[in-house]
């Protein structure tokens, strides 16, 4: 089969349990596309293909019969994968190599997922694009010339070019959100708690969860079962999950749902491209034909809870150890966040975490009568290549970062699940747009973006890669 690249993860499956292809056809398929492509897209930190391929031929001798058995994916470079070099994105970290797997990793692999290797991230997972020092930046297949967001940019560029069907990524601040927006793909960030952690990952104050990278919503939804697995010792433990599990929940009806419809920024000083702005209020004319009822309101993210996740952000930017003697190492907009991190004392840090449980419990008090609340994913368009640190002030790059995605850091903040749908375009780009949920109800997202994609499909559109 010449154009394995085309199928999606549940039909790639289908095509390995009906004898169609084996496993290991697909994963050389996928090998050989990630070899072209990747280093020009910035996809990948590295390629496993002997532990790959030597993966595909211990399923092909025992017939894989799940879901996601057999489809190929990659698992972000900030993750611990035992035996894989796992450099965060860092120059400092470089050969570093666990000796041990991250929980979602086994996860992944119990489903019969195959890992080609590590999608590549930005320092420490710290900003909005991925641009690592040292390494090609992480590109929207759209236009080669703009990011592909981060930091999951690796994974994002690598599954809209067609290297793999599905990823695996992480959202601390918008990270599986934001590149999804700009790649034209779906993006779940996913209820704090839902998916493990352990043993050693996530962060202190349960802003980052692991979550879903796709091109469809059902495909979202299946990687979403293979990583929604209960693990001993867990920090957060979030709602039951639905009976029959998520794809099947992107399969009912959401019935009718009241939406919250909010186009203008949550917080000041921030301008939102009329593109983004028109996207939402597409996507809220769509679902209101669909039968929902969707109300304007007005958002808004208090000042002090905008403080407090910029304090968090800094002071969890320390998290990363390094020797003294090699900050001078890491790059500039690092540097600047461990350096204002390092300004904060316990207190601060303390009190910025009370805040932001007192800012979220109004928040989410106040739009509980909503099922979800529609908004722009990010504020502009995909950005040019070296937009954010074209200044040269690491300041004024995290001031842009900020205005650029002024939304998504709620949905980490609250806990609750998010969603972005490319549902929209402009000028050949991706423009996404994002509903957040209550908290535990990521099937309801899904069933609304599966609603969505039915009512407006994307699946025909395809980046100019060859």
């Not at 091109?215 to 293979?226: G, P």
Request: aromatic letters at 4%; proline letters at 10%; charged letters at 20%.
């Amino acid at each position: 089969m010449s154009d394995l690249h085309e199928l999606t993860a549940l039909e790639t499956a289908a095509a390995v349990r009906r004898g169609d292809v084996t496993v290991v056809e697909v994963v050389e398929a996928a090998l050989a596309r990630a070899e072209r492509l990747g280093p020009a897209l910035g996809a990948f930190s590295v390629l496993t293909p002997d532990r790959a391929l030597d993966a595909a031929r211990a399923l092909d001798r025992h017939r894989p019969a799940g879901p996601l058995a057999g489809v190929p994916t990659a698992v972000k470079d900030l993750t611990a994968t035992a035996g894989i070099p796992t450099a965060r994105g860092s120059v400092v970290h470089a050969g570093h190599v666990p000796d041990r797997d991250d929980d979602v990793v086994g996860l992944l692999r119990d489903a019969g997922t195959v890992s080609i290797g590590k999608t590549a991230v930005p320092e420490f997972g710290l900003p909005c694009y991925t641009e690592p020092a040292g390494a090609p930046p992480a590109v929207t297949p759209w236009d080669r010339t703009r990011s592909a967001g981060g930091s999951s940019g690796g994974a994002a560029a690598a599954v809209a070019a067609g290297i793999l069907p599905v990823a695996h990524g992480t959202d601390g601040g918008g990270s599986v959100r934001i590149p999804a927006a700009v790649c034209g793909l779906v993006g779940l960030k996913t209820t704090r708690g839902r998916v493990p952690q352990g043993p050693a990952g996530g962060d202190p104050a349960g802003m980052s969860v692991h979550g879903p990278i796709a091109r469809t919503v059902a495909d979202a939804a299946a990687l979403l079962d293979a990583m929604a697995r209960p693990s001993p010792g867990e920090p957060f433990v979030p709602a039951t999950p639905p009976a029959g599990g998520y794809l099947a929940a992107a399969a009912r009806d959401p019935g009718r749902r009241r939406i919250a419809l909010a186009v203008d920024p949550p917080i000041d000083a921030t301008v939102v491209d009329p593109a983004c702005r028109r996207a939402a209020e597409e996507t809220g004319a769509l679902l209101a034909e669909l039968g929902h009822e969707v109300e304007p309101v007005a958002l808004r993210l208090p000042d002090a809870g905008v403080e407090a996740f910029l304090v968090l952000w800094k002071v969890l930017s320390l998290g990363d150890p390094v020797d003294p003697a090699d900050e001078p190492r890491l790059q500039p907009l690092t540097r600047w966040l461990r350096a204002r991190g390092r300004e904060y004392g316990g207190m601060a840090a303390m009190a910025a975490l009370q805040t932001v449980h007192v800012v979220t419990r109004a928040m989410v008090a106040e739009r509980a009568g909503f099922d979800a609340v529609l908004t722009p994913t990010v504020a502009l368009p995909p950005r040019p290549v070296g937009w954010f640190t074209d200044g040269g002030d690491p300041a004024e790059d995290f001031a842009r970062q900020v205005a650029f995605t002024p939304w998504t850091a709620i949905a980490n903040l609250t806990g609750e699940p998010a969603i972005s749908l490319p549902l929209s375009w402009a000028d050949g780009l991706p423009i996404g747009v994002s509903l957040r949920g209550r908290r535990g109800e990521e099937d309801v997202l899904l069933a609304l973006g599966a609603q969505l994609e039915a009512a407006r499909p994307w699946s025909h559109r395809r980046p100019p890669v060859v």
